[in-house]
Structures are given as structure tokens and as C-alpha cells.
């Protein structure tokens, strides 16, 4: 009976031995309890919740939790993490977490565009201590595993280019801003308005706002965007400027709405402007054999230097000696003369001839420009060697000479007549006296 007895006892207490030993050396051991969201998409950013669960038997202390960026590099995965790999967890300041209590993380992953649907398995290492003035002793690599599907789960917006039309905008003119967007999700997008917000900038809109909708967008359809606006003077300060322009995208499929901030650039350019100030004759009078000088003033009224100016006159083939001249760069604001020969072809037809001159130049970034004016200039008759006026009035000094030598004449006529009268009654007289 004692014999039975003492191996009941011993048999209890070789039961019981195991338990005494454990608790003796036990410490915290953790365990991932869930992963939320296990699914990712491609060319996403998402912040993954990670529980963790001490299923030791004394709490752990000084607790953290890092992502192995090592070895999933090593492993070529496409699942990147975004900021701190490494992070506290549990209660502060201590960061302890107790027997059979749970804690939670959150790390950020990125997913690389084109990466290959499946199961990524990603490395955890959670450290931790025994005592709350440790600092960690024990650490154990735990693994869970993200899926990421093959597209985007929702619609999502790309933008694929951004042009303007014309080409080059430029101060005081108006033109269109094209921004070309794709729908590179996987699902329709039943509304998007996109809005172009130009404040404090010289672009204002044509059509009273800059707000573009579209409606029915399918998966891997590209759509257009386009905001008439005209450009304000005061944008030629410079020569170049670039203008980031905010764009909001709001639009939404079945399932959700979704709104995209983001930024577009637009190059306003400065521009040249050659015309002609003024344009002087000498002699002002032109006759056949005239010689002298046909000279243009032109001033740059732009904004940019006017580089290689040239000017070409037509239709002055009797009347200058040449048809072009290069006159080469002309600043912002300044004046440059040039001047063509004059010579009045003997056979130069009287009256009035059109000259037409033809301006061409370009500015720094190889744009070419060019300005046409017509002129009228007049070939008048050649002038006699005696003055018209001399002529004339040679003519009527000798009408009053032929009228004063008449009128003399017939007074001496007179004279002489009255003389023989006087001569006659004389010799009458002495006659009757004898």
C-alpha cells in the first residue's frame, strides 16, 4: 500500500515537473495574429497594419519591429518599404507588451508598377526584453504575406503629357493648355472633373472658368483636358518663365470617389517686335536722274532681342540702287537705321510707285518673325533750266516794255505832228504879212 502510494506521488510529480522548469525560464514569444490589407496593387502606396501577440508567459518589454529590407532585396521583391523600417511597439514609455495582449504596427509599402501577381512573403523581426530596464535580449523573425494583384483594384489617373497650343505661348496672346490623361486602373470611371487653378499667375481663363468634365472613362482609355486662357502682358519680365499650374482631379467609378492633386508645367516665352518708326527721302522730291538715300528707322517694341533682321524692298527697280540690306541684331527697345541707294532711272515712269518692304528676322530660341509695309513714293517731271516763273515773268516785262515803247512813241508821233502844225501856221502868217 505505501509502495503504491509513494510511485503515485512520484508519478505526480514527475507531471508536474515540466511546468516548474518552464515557468522558471519562460519569456515573451510573439506571434502575428492578422495583416491588414493583405492585398496590394501595383504603383500604390498603402499603410499595412501588422497585430502582433505576445503568447509567452512573462511581458515583454522594450518591443520593436523591424522590416527586413535586406532580404527582400536580396529576394528582387517588388514590395518596397516607404520611411522607417524599424518601429516601437506597445505601450510607452516602456513599449511593453503583456502576456496574451496584443499590439499593432503600421509600416507603409509601395508596390512596383509591372510587378508579378502573387504571394510575397516579408520578414519581420520582433525584438524584445525581459525586463523594462533592458534593453533587448531576444529577437525572432516572424513572416506574413502580402498579395498583390496584377492592376489597380480602383480607377486611378495618370497624366501623360502636357502641351500648349500654339507651341510657345507668348505675353498678351491666348492659347490652349492640353493636359492628355489616361484611366489606368481597372475599373470605369463614371465622372471626372478636372479644374486648373491660375491664381497669381498671368493666365486667365477664356471661357469663364478652367474647369474640364468628362463622363464614361473605360480602363486604358486616354482622354484630353483642354483650358483656353489668354496671357498678360506682365508676363514678359523675363525672357523664359515656367509656371507650375495646380490641377485638382475628382472623379469616382462604382465603388468609390477619389480626388488627385498634382501640378503641371506651362513655359511662357517673351517675344521680339520689329516695325517701322519712320522713313525719310532725300532729295523729297524725286525727278528723272535723281540721285540720293531711302533710309527705314525700325525699333524692336518686343520684349526679346530681334536677331539676323533683314529688310528687302520690291518694286523699286527704277528707282534704288539695291533691294536688301542686313542690318543684324536690334535690342529691346532700340532703333537701328538703314538706307538704300537712290537712283531715278531716266526712264522711270512719272507718278506714284509702291514700294513694298519686306522685314525678316528670328529671336534667340530660333523662331522666325516677319513684318511687310507698303510705301508710295512719286517721281515727279524734270524741271526746265529756267524757272516756269522767270519765264513768266520775263514775259511780262517785256509785255510793259512793248506797251511803254507804244506809248512813247505815239507821244513822239504826237510831238512831231503838233510841231508841223506849228511850222505851217507860221508861214501862213509871214505869207499875208508880205
Not at 501588422?50 to 527582400?72: M, Q
Not at 512573403?121 to 525586463?131: E, T
Not at 482609355?221 to 495646380?246: C, K, M, N, W
Request: charged residues 25%; proline residues 5%; contains cysteine.
Amino acid at each position: 500500500m505505501n509502495t503504491c502510494a509513494l510511485l503515485l506521488l512520484l508519478l505526480f510529480f514527475l507531471l508536474l515537473q515540466p511546468h516548474f522548469i518552464g515557468t522558471a525560464g519562460a519569456v515573451g514569444k510573439f506571434s502575428i495574429v492578422s495583416v491588414s490589407p493583405a492585398e496590394l496593387h501595383p504603383s500604390e502606396i498603402e499603410t499595412v497594419r501588422i497585430t502582433l501577440k505576445n503568447i509567452g508567459n512573462r511581458s515583454a518589454y522594450r518591443v520593436s519591429a523591424e522590416v527586413l529590407v535586406k532580404d527582400l532585396e536580396r529576394a528582387g521583391s517588388p514590395v518596397k518599404v516607404l520611411g522607417k523600417a524599424r518601429k516601437s511597439v506597445g505601450e510607452p514609455p516602456f513599449y511593453a507588451v503583456g502576456t496574451e495582449s496584443e499590439a499593432t504596427v503600421e509600416f507603409d509599402f509601395f508596390v512596383e508598377r509591372g510587378a508579378m501577381p502573387t504571394v510575397y512573403q516579408i520578414p519581420l523581426c520582433v525584438n524584445w526584453s525581459d525586463d523594462f530596464d533592458e534593453t533587448a535580449k531576444h529577437s525572432d523573425i516572424l513572416y506574413f504575406g502580402l498579395r498583390v494583384s496584377g492592376i489597380a483594384a480602383s480607377a486611378e489617373i495618370d497624366i501623360l503629357n502636357v502641351s500648349t497650343v500654339p507651341e510657345v505661348l507668348r505675353p498678351g496672346e491666348t492659347g490652349k493648355i492640353r493636359v492628355e490623361m489616361r484611366n489606368v486602373g481597372a475599373t470605369r470611371i463614371r465622372t471626372l472633373k478636372a479644374v486648373l487653378h491660375t491664381e497669381r499667375t498671368p493666365f486667365t481663363p477664356l471661357n469663364a472658368d478652367l474647369e474640364e468634365y468628362f463622363y464614361e472613362i473605360s480602363p486604358g482609355e486616354d482622354f484630353v483636358a483642354e483650358f483656353d486662357v489668354a496671357i498678360g502682358r506682365y508676363a514678359d519680365e523675363a525672357d523664359r518663365i515656367y509656371y507650375e499650374l495646380p490641377l485638382f482631379i475628382e472623379y469616382s467609378d462604382d465603388f468609390a470617389s477619389y480626388a488627385k492633386n498634382t501640378s503641371i508645367g506651362v513655359e511662357v516665352r517673351g517675344s521680339p517686335n520689329v516695325l517701322i518708326q519712320e522713313i525719310t527721302v532725300e532729295p523729297s522730291q524725286l525727278t528723272a536722274g535723281t540721285e540720293g538715300l531711302f533710309m527705314l528707322t525700325l525699333i524692336n517694341t518686343g520684349t526679346l532681342s530681334a536677331e539676323d533682321v533683314k529688310v528687302r524692298i520690291a518694286g523699286g527697280d527704277d528707282l534704288l540702287t539695291e533691294s536688301h540690306q542686313f542690318v543684324g541684331e536690334i535690342a529691346p527697345g532700340e532703333t537701328q537705321t538703314t538706307s538704300f541707294g537712290i537712283k531715278v532711272g531716266e526712264d522711270a515712269e512719272i507718278g506714284k510707285h509702291a514700294l513694298n518692304i519686306f522685314i525678316s528676322y528670328e529671336d534667340k530660341f530660333g523662331k522666325r518673325y516677319s513684318a511687310a509695309k507698303i510705301y508710295e513714293i512719286s517721281v515727279y517731271p524734270a524741271e526746265p533750266f529756267i524757272p516756269p516763273e522767270y519765264i513768266y515773268a520775263g514775259i511780262g516785262i517785256l509785255a510793259l516794255a512793248f506797251i511803254g515803247y507804244i506809248i512813247i512813241m505815239r507821244m513822239e508821233s504826237g510831238r512831231k505832228e503838233g510841231e508841223r502844225e506849228e511850222a505851217g501856221e507860221a508861214g501862213e502868217g509871214r505869207g499875208r504879212n508880205e
